[in-house]
């Protein structure tokens, strides 16, 4: 079983900084080729964040390009979010993301969640 631990949320003003960290771990860890962060605002579905894969290749969601960047540790089993310029509309949980493949197949992964807040 793999678990992935999110860490670093919080409260903070808009205009603020915040940064989330998330690790891997577990016996079945065997490539991991891409981890990212998803969020959700209340009463809404989860919608992607960023992601960066194994090779160091990032994707983000439009309303966050230029003020968050991903970035990983592969030795580590790490990935994070530096989020920069928060807006009010930023607040929800933000869930840690892994897709582990082993063999042919490619298993995907959450973390329990880490709540953002930020204040107008």
């Known amino acids: 079983q793999v678990q992935l631990v999110e860490s670093g949320g919080g409260l903070a003003p808009a205009r603020g900084s915040l940064r989330l960290s998330c690790v891997a771990s577990?016996?079945?860890?065997?490539?991991?080729?891409?981890m990212g962060w998803y969020y959700q605002a209340p009463e809404k579905s989860r919608e992607l964040v960023a992601t960066?894969?194994?090779?160091?290749?990032?994707n983000y969601a439009d309303s966050v390009k230029g003020r968050f960047t991903v970035s990983g540790d592969n030795a580590k089993n790490m990935v994070y979010l530096q989020m920069n310029s928060l807006k009010p509309e930023d607040t929800g949980v933000y869930y840690c993301?892994?897709?582990?493949?082993?063999?042919?197949?490619?298993?995907?992964?959450w973390g329990q969640g880490t709540q953002v807040t930020v204040s107008s």
């Open positions: 993301h892994a897709r582990i493949r082993d063999g042919l197949v490619d298993y995907h992964y």
């Open positions: 577990g016996r079945d860890i065997v490539s991991i080729k891409l």
């Open positions: 960066i894969t194994s090779g160091g290749s990032t």
